[in-house]
């Protein structure tokens, strides 16, 4: 007997949905993996299909085994680690394309629809957003039908498979709830593995060069959401500190690694009122710690002040995170020349920008102070042609001298710089602090939402007896920006000559609303902690719940459901009421001896009795008849008794 080696059309039924419920796991990866793992999936899955459709001979063993070792080098090669959501995601699409090239039998596609699964939950580890929930239900929903479409009958209509895993999936909604409510919650979920490297992450980055923030101006990615406690501060008052940069090589500044300094803190005088508030901060792969203009406390474990006053994390935020801080508006930063290294914040390359550091020197030599010359400097980026813009114009080598003298359009980072430099070329110390502005404050939900396009730049500068002080140039071109923030511009018309569009009032209002959905559900489902969890089982009637408490009231609430739900399933698929009828009629057959033919009615049975004379005729006349009037009409309950007269008095033979 021969080795059969092609394809015999079994699949030809189950394999379209075997494939689309691969493709739909799929597309949540698709923008994070390489081109050619996409393009390796495609063409699987499209020359499976034709295998099947036309019968051909799937590729020889050693053809697959090369390929299996040429996409895992390619894998690696790709993200140089084999372990993680990335590496880990890649893997799972180029082997279930590979398992597409050998499958024979419904047992590999049972394979294929559990990497199916394994797909849709590595989607989840990327994205917890709450589309993820819709996504979640429908590939569910695929891998089902799918999965019964293959098990099942091949005349199985489609519409009765959607309709069992739909009440598959009803069923089982509240033994999954259940286990999240009770299952115990830890501090760190398991499931919180760091995203892949190789993936960008939008945002603010540890360098700035002419552009870099500009380019965020476009994106409405959230960066985080700010509840406060009390009043909320004005949009001119919104400064979200970052980083600290403070190295110049004539175009792009950077800044100090994220150290700690555990004197920061001392050398910074809280005046006024503080501000309390929550931060519920998006994941930005940095350490960057993100605060209101001036923080004094930050509840975020393994958080620490930088030597510029800048707040930093121990380990890159790779997951989201939520922590209290509370931020004095007014303050006084380093009033004491003591500890100063005047020459970090005094340097500037040489042979680089001389037309600014010329300018800058006559500006100071005409001004009376510092701070007339502060005044001076602001004064002409006010007065004189200088346009705030999205759209700024590519800079070369001397990046300052060319937006000063000649494009004189320029964004956030374009007057941040330009004022720094001019500062340290008069003598006077100044560095860059990266961050976002402003926020949009959605009433819906009673919060700010700060957005990758409210990324920000602006300087401080350090005058004597007063230390440290913010002076932000953008203010000075375009006020708009500050007081109303990105949003606010572009709804009240003022963005428009930056190159923003309005965006239609409905369209807005639906923006806000899907905003403060996506804050709820990332409140009350992701944020479902160990402190949360408590609280609901208190409020449940558990005094000081433990593990253990919420263990047994799982197990208890889990076998209660279970009971419930088989109980519905015993009323649904419960079999037939009694049919006294019937089994008078088949003890009948029984004593008869002779079985009644496939789709032979009583009447076409009882005649055949009577020509084979293996019964008395006028007998199976009779009980024909009283299981006919029994079954069929409307007075059958009285024939029934005559029936089983009938029936117990017949003897076999005639």
């Not at 390796?40 to 051909?56: D, H, K, P, S």
């Not at 006020?479 to 923003?500: H, Q, T, V």
Request: glycine share 6%.
């Amino acid at each position: 007997m021969s080795r059969r080696s092609g394809t015999d059309g079994s699949l030809l039924a189950s394999l379209p949905w075997t494939l689309l419920a691969l493709a739909f796991s799929l597309l949540p990866h698709v923008p994070f993996l390489p081109i050619w793992i996409t393009v390796a999936f495609i063409v699987c899955a499209g020359g499976r299909w034709l295998v099947e459709l036309r019968r051909w001979r799937l590729p020889p063993a050693w053809m697959r085994i090369a390929l299996s070792l040429a996409c895992f080098i390619g894998v690696l090669a790709s993200y140089e680690a084999v372990s993680g959501v990335g590496p880990g995601s890649a893997l799972l699409a180029i082997m279930a394309a590979l398992k597409l090239m050998e499958t024979r039998q419904r047992r590999d596609q049972f394979v294929l629809l559990f990497i199916s699964i394994f797909l849709v939950m590595a989607a989840l580890l990327r994205e917890q957003h709450l589309w993820s929930l819709l996504y979640l239900f429908i590939a569910l929903l695929i891998t089902m039908t799918a999965w019964l479409q293959m098990a099942t009958r091949e005349n199985r209509r489609l519409s009765d498979s959607f309709r069992t895993s739909a009440r598959l999936m009803l069923y089982s909604a509240p033994l999954m709830l259940a286990m999240w409510v009770f299952f115990p919650r830890i501090a760190t979920p398991f499931w919180a593995v760091p995203i892949d490297t190789s993936a960008g992450t939008t945002g603010l980055s540890d360098t700035m060069s002419p552009g870099d923030i500009s380019s965020l101006s476009a994106s409405d990615a959230l960066a985080f959401r700010v509840q406060f406690a009390d009043a909320v501060p004005p949009p001119r008052d919104r400064y979200w500190r970052g980083l600290v940069l403070h190295r110049f090589n004539g175009r792009s500044w950077t800044g100090l690694e994220a150290t700690p300094d555990w004197g920061a803190r001392k050398r910074i005088e809280y005046l006024g009122e503080p501000v309390a508030y929550t931060v519920t901060l998006e994941p930005t792969g940095q350490q960057w710690v993100f605060a209101l203009d001036i923080p004094y406390e930050v509840t975020l474990e393994r958080t620490f002040m930088g030597p510029q006053q800048q707040m930093a994390r121990a380990q890159p935020i790779d997951q989201r995170i939520a922590y209290a801080a509370v931020s004095y508006p007014r303050y006084r930063v380093e009033h004491a020349a003591g500890r100063l290294p005047r020459s970090w914040y005094l340097h500037l390359p040489e042979n680089s920008n001389p037309r600014t550091l010329q300018l800058a020197r006559e500006l100071r030599e005409q001004a009376g102070n510092d701070q007339d010359f502060i005044d001076e400097v602001l004064r002409r980026f006010h007065e004189q042609e200088y346009f705030y813009t999205l759209q700024p114009p590519a800079l070369g080598r001397d990046a300052v001298d060319e937006f000063l003298f000649e494009s004189r359009r320029g964004f956030c980072e374009h007057y941040a710089s330009a004022f720094a430099v001019m500062m340290r070329a008069a003598g006077v110390p100044s560095r860059v602090v990266l961050g976002y502005q402003g926020g949009e404050w959605n009433p819906l939900g009673n919060h700010l939402t700060v957005r990758q396009s409210d990324a920000h730049a602006w300087t401080e500068v350090w005058l004597e007896q007063r230390g440290w002080v913010r002076v932000d140039p953008t203010a000075a071109v375009a006020p708009e920006r500050i007081e109303d923030g990105m949003s606010g511009a572009m709804i009240n018309g003022s963005g428009a000559s930056w190159g923003l569009n309005a965006p239609a009032m409905w369209l807005h209002n639906l923006t806000l609303t899907w905003d403060i959905l996506n804050a709820q559900w990332n409140d009350w489902v992701l944020g479902y902690g160990p402190d949360k969890q408590f609280s609901f089982m208190e409020w449940l009637g558990m005094d000081e719940p433990d593990w253990q408490q919420m263990v047994l009231t799982l197990i208890g609430v889990v076998m209660f459901l279970v009971a419930l739900i088989s109980l519905l399933l015993i009323r649904r698929y419960r079999p037939p009421a009694t049919d006294t009828a019937a089994q008078l009629y088949a003890r009948f057959v029984r004593k008869v001896g002779v079985q009644p033919a496939r789709g032979e009615t009583p009447l076409e049975y009882a005649a055949r009795l009577k020509d084979s004379d293996t019964a008395d005729p006028q007998a199976v006349d009779d009980v024909t008849a009283l299981y006919l009037q029994s079954r069929y009409s409307s007075k059958g309950d009285s024939a029934l008794p005559q029936l089983a007269t009938a029936v117990n008095n017949y003897r076999n033979g005639r």
